[in-house]
């Protein structure tokens, strides 16, 4: 069965902490991806990263970065140096490769960031 | 270029009554995605339309129907309106084939 578990339901830091956010998920097909997506008070969420499952190299763009291991299938997102604009709920999905298309979401973490 | 576009901003319907929602995809995109996000329940995929065909379906009743047009835009439908149908309704595009997914900024719906 496809699952995406965000354990940590809330968390908060004080601007330039750098934060983890966790995402561990369970897939029974080889070929899937990996999404991260970020939804602010507005409600939009925001897409900010793809990963499919034979690409393990970790990624950075700007603060952000993500480290994706298969081994204990998880696909972590680190902000660094936070700020008060990345406050927002952020989610973690998977979509199989199986035709569907469709996205199965964590229950996302709201991070809150203070100044 | 725009970005995914939902009509209305909000909905209020009493219990029983119909519910119609719009979303127009980015230009160029042919697919079409709806999700439900309630209180407590995260983000459920609803239905899944690509050159105006369904193409899959999540665990909703019936009463939560769609199309796609020949423009590709999309109608979600929700018939009989419960309490519990209250939720944000999303929808996102993606080109045909490609997972990648962008979101429009969401209807919210209130059932009374």
């Known amino acids: 069965a496809q699952k995406v578990t965000q354990a940590q339901t809330e968390i908060s830091v004080v601007e330039k902490e750098d934060v983890t956010l966790d995402c561990v998920y369970e897939?029974?097909?080889?070929?899937?991806?990996l999404f991260w997506y970020k939804q602010p008070p507005s409600g939009e969420l925001v897409f900010l990263i793809r990963?499919?499952?034979?690409?393990?190299q970790n990624e950075i763009s700007g603060r952000y970065s993500w480290n994706f291991q298969k081994s204990t299938s998880s696909f972590n997102f680190t902000i660094t140096a936070s700020q008060v604009v990345d406050s927002a709920v952020y989610f973690c999905?998977?979509?199989?490769?199986?035709?569907?298309?469709?996205?199965?979401f964590g229950t996302g973490t709201r991070l809150q960031v203070f100044p | 270029e725009a970005g995914v576009t939902q009509s209305p901003t909000h909905l209020i319907k009493t219990r029983g009554q119909q519910a119609t929602l719009r979303c127009s995809p980015i230009?160029?995109?042919?697919?079409v995605y709806w999700y439900q996000q309630a209180l407590g329940l995260g983000l459920q995929f609803l239905l899944w339309?690509?050159?105006?065909?369904?193409?899959n379906r999540g665990n909703f009743p019936p009463r939560f129907s769609g199309r796609q047009f020949p423009n590709y835009s999309s109608e979600l439908n929700v018939n009989a309106l419960e309490l519990e149908d209250s939720a944000l309704y999303l929808c996102?595009?993606?080109?045909?084939?490609?997972?990648?997914?962008?979101f429009g900024p969401g209807t919210r719906l209130t059932v009374l």
């Open positions: 996102a595009s993606s080109l045909s084939g490609d997972n990648e997914q962008f």
């Open positions: 999905a998977l979509s199989e490769f199986d035709n569907t298309d469709k996205l199965i």
């Open positions: 897939t029974r097909d080889t070929t899937y991806y």
């Open positions: 339309y690509d050159e105006g065909e369904e193409r």
């Open positions: 230009s160029g995109h042919t697919s």
């Open positions: 990963r499919n499952s034979f690409d393990e």
